[in-house]
């Protein structure tokens, strides 16, 4: 029969190794390039660039870009749909910025510059846990 201390402290060990168990079972989020190799630009179509692809919470967009020529920008469906910059969520413009997917649901991004965004330079992803 175990004593009280050697119960209590065979209670703490057991919980110490199915919180760290659970830690090391959880996977990091992925790393997703936005175009891969051609990076956030005109020229790539990022509704077949998403195709096949899952995002998760804790994924994280990477944008690699010219940022004298671009910039990212996220924002709601009806900006996206209508390639408005007025009202954006975020705004990032260093030219490789990383966005941390942190909510489920549909996630909107455009270029701001020029008319980029109405020449397709437009992203949207649904993010699941």
Not at 10 to 35: D, Q, R
Request: with cysteine; charged share 15%.
């Amino acid at each position: 029969m175990l004593h009280q201390g050697s119960w209590f402290t065979s209670l703490i060990t057991l919980s110490v190794v199915f919180s760290l168990s659970s830690l090391m079972l959880k996977p990091e989020g992925a790393n997703h390039t936005v175009g891969d190799s051609s990076g956030w630009e005109l020229l790539t179509n990022y509704t077949n660039w998403t195709q096949g692809r899952e995002f998760h919470v804790g994924d994280v967009l990477v944008f690699n870009y010219n940022k004298d020529q671009h910039n990212v920008m996220q924002v709601n469906s009806t900006a996206y749909a209508d390639c408005g910059r007025e009202n954006y969520i975020s705004l990032f413009n260093k030219g490789n910025d990383s966005i941390i997917m942190s909510e489920v649901g549909e996630h909107w991004f455009i270029c701001g510059m020029y008319d980029h965004c109405e020449n397709g330079q437009k992203l949207s992803i649904n993010v699941t846990l």
